[in-house]
């Protein structure tokens, strides 16, 4: 089985969206059966507050159910247990590295490392736009898929 934590500041906008954007896929696909999907928060500031509106309207638009996700902190066990830590922006990426010691196993990434065109994933929560945030994670979702499968 393959685990795979998708990662963001708060964890109510993007690294939700990315998790439940990959549960769908990975179901369409066949293959639910071979992957555990998380997400988790760098900070502390969302903590127990449920998926944004945004991401929530966003995905019901798109036909992708979003569950009862509540925003929590990645702890140094979540390095152990998952074997894709994947984060949004380079800012994730350094609370991530600061927050695990470090990266000796090579888990934590981007999720757009996995399409054409590598980068960040712009926060709705500062742009508003759900639907660019989307297009995104639904691209760095699509493309780490083909990596895995």
């Known amino acids: 089985m393959?685990?795979?934590l998708f990662?963001?500041?708060g964890?109510?906008?993007r690294s939700t969206m990315a998790e439940y954007?990959?549960?769908h896929l990975v179901k369409q696909a066949g293959r639910s059966a071979q992957f555990y999907i998380d997400s988790a928060a760098t900070s502390t500031e969302e903590i127990g507050n449920r998926v944004h509106y945004?991401?929530?309207q966003k995905l019901s638009q798109v036909g992708i159910p979003c569950g009862d996700h509540r925003a929590r902190q990645v702890t140094k066990q979540d390095y152990e247990e998952f074997d894709y830590i994947i984060g949004m922006d380079n800012a994730n990426l350094r609370n991530l590295l600061r927050m695990l010691n470090n990266d000796?196993?090579?888990k934590i990434s981007l999720l757009l490392d996995y399409t054409d065109r590598p980068g960040?994933?712009?926060d709705p929560w500062y742009t508003g736009n759900f639907d660019e945030t989307y297009r995104d994670v639904l691209e760095g979702c699509q493309g780490l898929l083909q990596k895995l499968v």
């Open 2 to 4: 393959k685990k795979i």
């Open 104 to 106: 000796p196993k090579g």
């Open 120 to 122: 960040p994933i712009a």
């Open 7 to 9: 990662v963001c500041h």
């Open 21 to 23: 954007v990959m549960k």
């Open 54 to 56: 945004g991401t929530r």
């Open 11 to 13: 964890n109510i906008c």
